[in-house]
């Protein structure tokens, strides 16, 4: 009989049977190996007992040599137990020294492992002609004087095995005949109510909804027959529910050719053969015919008027597929007109599954292709408008998603039309406040709260896809229908960046120019007051009779004085004629020996990158070497602990380095300041340029200004680059210079003061009392005629007075500038009118005016600046007198 006529209580009877002798199998394998590992270990410890007791004995016997003695000790040994098959003893050289063999100790013997170092004992299995034995080895004293061997008969474990085996057999028996026994009851136990409810279904299925399942039980099969009546309950609910769903399906047939009857979309049902079956008022409508004129021609020839199916008509595909499609195509009216329709087309199956047709839903688009196309052309006018704008332009729709980005806002952000389309405002103009980084509220969301036009906070930056930030300035505003109700931003901005930078430039030169003009005058009068202060000291160290003491509080006072002369230089590079005096160059040997003086005795050095072909610059040599010292000197401070400046110089482009393109297009020389400091903080970066501004305590701060005015005056760039904690770097651009080095070479020589020298006429010019007064002191210690004149005019007068007496001074000393009276640049001309030949000398508190540099060009013979030493009033004159 087939296995699968068998009734399920032999079934399941069997399976259980088969269940039961493999795990009784099993268990009796399991059993069995664990005696007999368990046996082995109890044999082979009784072995290890044995032998360990003999190796203890026989220590004595061993050491003396006593063969009888050792004899005896085994055979008693090995009579006092029956599964003793042999015992020996070996020496520490492995030869027999005695055994209980009774035939000799036998050559067939395989003993493995002889000597024992520092194990404790030895387990072998050797197998002999007595069968498998057990072979313990115990070394005599650790192994020093030999071994015992003692064999053990494995007889003794395969009876006992033996005998368990069959317990262990017995026992599986009667568990399996007694599992099997239960299986069998247990098995009709479950499969009569099992057999009720097949009978039960059997009924239920021939139609009988009425019969239910009558099983009382708590158990599962209890569960099981509820739930098969409960079945049987809802079966005969649904299908009298069918049948009212079958009522209301024709209602809803009628509804449904109601609705396509009325829609305003044209709907056709066509079969395989693209005859048309069906066709609504709609469709009809669309070439003023009744629907009925559809019924049974080819759905090509009355819409289209073709005679054959197009070859990419969707109708195919969507049979050959399965899946809906869509196409745009023309149909054509009787007279001959076309219009333009969008189709769907649905396929159609049946409940096996076999395509049937399509439904073809038409949509007449002529009026709406032309209404897009005008949109069209429209969107592309307000495009090219909005791309031509020079201002970023994003709008939005009424939920602040992107709806338009022109090209401009596209560099500005980083964000394409295409990856900005549909994604939040707040994502693509992410704007935060410049001073609190924190993130500004949305335009977006300003407008619609305030429903006005809104702008920008000045400090605001806009951070764009790739990290850029851009300081902007924009307007928001909203977008209204023609019912004045909000449809979107538009947002309007720019880049102000560059525009912001010009501003603070321009307010910062215009902050050194004002200062500069109180530093002018300033310096202009301490150098007068210097030129007195160094005068007088010189004059009083000419006092031979001076004492020691006293000559040397002078001297520091001096030296004091010199000092004080260097910060009237750096005054008057704020003054308005403090212009550089340039000359044509190259910054090489300017840069290193700059650098170098201001380090000496400092733990910092210097490391320099100036390539051979440096271009030439146009510079005055004094304040750019005051510019790199006043840089390294403040890098230098900002690493008190030591370190390296890194200085280097390079030719740039300005179209090459945006820093320098507000300069105008042109070759620049770059020097670039780096150090590994402490660093600028970002709240003093913007002023790090500002005249008396400084972060260092005591700090005059000049230093920069000083630099930044210096540079600028040169037509040149300074900008600073600083991480708080790590660096700072100094970068200053440079115009090259269009001339070339002169060869021209100064050569100078010490000059000494003769007799011939002395005794001259000369007059001195100057406004100040003070300066009149020492500059008379000085001359006439070296023996020359001083006359007095505070003013040009009063010098011109002394002159020509002197011209009546045939006795015309020698030299005259004119001061450049005169506050509210003529100077030396207007008196000069009247006394070289004069007298062409005339000797005047030129003599002014700014060192940085044109005049003292190019004297010779405004009709002076020499020029001294103040504030000066006695000696260097002396060469000066001696020059001019030649």
């Not at 007496?805 to 004119?814: H, T, V």
Request: with cysteine; net charge negative; proline share 3%.
């Amino acid at each position: 009989m087939p296995f699968n006529k068998i009734n399920l209580a032999w079934k399941f009877s069997f399976t259980a049977f088969i269940v039961i002798a493999a795990m009784s199998t099993v268990i009796y394998f399991v059993v069995d190996t664990k005696v007999t590992y368990q046996l082995h270990d109890e044999y082979d410890q009784k072995g290890i007992a044995i032998a360990s007791n003999l190796a203890t004995n026989i220590i004595d016997p061993l050491l003396i040599n006593n063969i009888v003695q050792q004899q005896l000790l085994l055979k008693n040994t090995q009579r006092s137990n029956k599964d003793i098959i042999y015992i020996f003893v070996l020496n520490r050289k492995g030869i027999v020294q005695s055994h209980t063999f009774p035939g000799g100790f036998p050559r067939g013997l395989k003993v493995i492992n002889n000597t024992l170092k520092k194990q404790p004992h030895s387990l072998q299995m050797i197998e002999t002609e007595q069968g498998i034995i057990h072979d313990i080895a115990i070394p005599v004293l650790h192994g020093t004087l030999g071994t015992v061997h003692v064999g053990l008969s494995n007889k003794t474990i395969e009876e006992k095995r033996i005998k368990i085996q069959q317990h262990i057999f017995k026992t599986c028996l009667l568990a399996a005949i007694a599992a099997i026994i239960a299986a069998i009851l247990l098995s009709r136990l479950i499969t009569k109510p099992l057999a009720l409810l097949a009978t039960s279904a059997d009924i239920l299925g021939q139609g009988n909804l009425n019969h239910r399942v009558d099983i009382n039980s708590n158990n599962e099969l209890g569960i099981v027959a509820k739930a098969f009546n409960l079945m049987a309950d809802s079966l005969q609910d649904d299908i009298e529910h069918l049948l009212t769903i079958e009522k209301a399906l024709k209602k809803s047939e009628e509804l449904y050719r109601s609705l396509v009857e009325n829609i305003n979309m044209g709907i056709s049902l066509v079969d395989t053969d693209f005859n048309v079956i069906m066709t609504n008022a709609a469709n009809g409508a669309m070439f003023n015919k009744s629907p009925d004129k559809f019924f049974g021609k080819k759905c090509f020839e009355v819409f289209e008027k073709r005679s054959q199916i197009c070859s990419q008509c969707p109708g195919i595909t969507a049979m050959e597929t399965g899946k809906p499609q869509e196409a745009i195509t023309t149909w054509q009216k009787d007279d001959g007109s076309r219009f333009t329709i969008k189709i769907k087309i649905f396929p159609i199956f049946d409940d096996k599954g076999e395509n049937t047709g399509f439904i073809k839903v038409a949509e007449d688009i002529t009026d709406f292709l032309k209404s897009e196309k005008d949109l069209a052309a429209e969107k592309e006018r307000l495009s090219v408008t909005l791309r031509s704008i020079g201002d970023g332009v994003i709008t939005t729709d009424v939920s602040g998603k992107v709806a338009l980005i022109n090209k401009v806002a596209e560099n500005l952000t980083g964000w394409m039309q295409d990856e900005a389309f549909g994604k939040p405002l707040e994502e693509v103009f992410h704007i935060i406040d410049k001073n609190s980084r924190e993130r500004q509220e949305s335009p977006f969301k300003k407008v619609l709260k305030s429903g006005q036009v809104i702008g920008l906070a000045d400090e605001t930056i806009l951070v764009g896809k790739n990290g850029k930030e851009l300081n902007i300035a924009d307007s928001a505003a909203p977008i209204h229908d023609s019912e004045s109700s909000t449809v979107g931003v538009v947002l309007v901005f720019r880049d102000v960046t560059e525009q912001q930078k010009t501003e603070k430039e321009l307010l910062k030169i215009k902050k050194i120019e004002s200062i500069g003009v109180l530093a002018g005058g300033i310096a202009h009068d301490f150098n007068n007051i210097l030129v007195a202060i160094l005068g007088n000291i010189n004059l009083s160290l000419m006092d031979q009779n001076l004492k020691d003491e006293t000559r040397k509080f002078l001297k520091e006072a001096e030296k004091a004085s010199v000092r004080a002369k260097d910060l009237t230089q750096q005054l008057l590079t704020f003054a308005k004629g403090g212009e550089p005096v340039k000359k044509t160059t190259s910054l090489a040997h300017i840069v290193k020996d700059s650098a170098n003086f201001v380090l000496s005795g400092l733990p910092v050095t210097c490391q320099y990158d100036i390539p051979e072909g440096l271009w030439l610059v146009e510079i005055d040599t004094g304040q750019i070497s005051q510019v790199v010292q006043n840089i390294v000197i403040n890098a230098g401070q900002s690493m008190p602990d030591g370190g390296v400046i890194e200085i280097t110089c390079s030719n740039v482009h300005s179209s090459s380095d945006p820093n320098i393109r507000g300069l105008g297009s042109g070759k620049f020389v770059k020097m670039a300041f780096q150090d590994h400091g402490t660093g600028i903080p970002d709240d003093a970066i913007e002023r790090i340029f500002d005249p008396y501004f400084s972060t260092k305590k005591g700090g005059s701060g000049l230093g920069l200004a000083i630099t930044h005015s210096i540079i600028n005056k040169h037509g040149g760039h300074i900008s600073v680059e600083s991480v708080p904690g790590s660096s700072t770097t100094f970068n200053i651009y440079l115009p090259v210079s269009t001339q070339h080095i002169s060869g021209t070479h100064k050569h100078e020589q010490e000059q000494t003061f003769s007799k011939s020298s002395s005794n001259k006429k000369i007059i001195v010019m100057d406004d100040d009392e003070m300066v009149r007064s020492v500059v008379k002191a000085i001359l006439q210690q070296h023996g020359h005629e001083v006359l007095l004149a505070h003013d040009g005019t009063e010098a011109i007068q002394l002159y020509k007075e002197s011209m009546t007496s045939e006795d015309l001074p020698n030299i005259i000393i004119m001061d450049l500038t005169i506050p509210g009276g003529m100077g030396g640049k207007e008196a000069v001309l009247e006394i070289l009118a004069l007298n062409p030949h005339a000797k005047v000398i030129v003599s002014s508190g700014y060192s940085n005016d044109p005049i003292m540099a190019n004297y010779k060009d405004y009709g002076f013979c020499g020029a001294i600046v103040k504030p000066f030493e006695a000696d260097e009033l002396a060469k000066v004159v001696q020059n001019a007198l030649g």
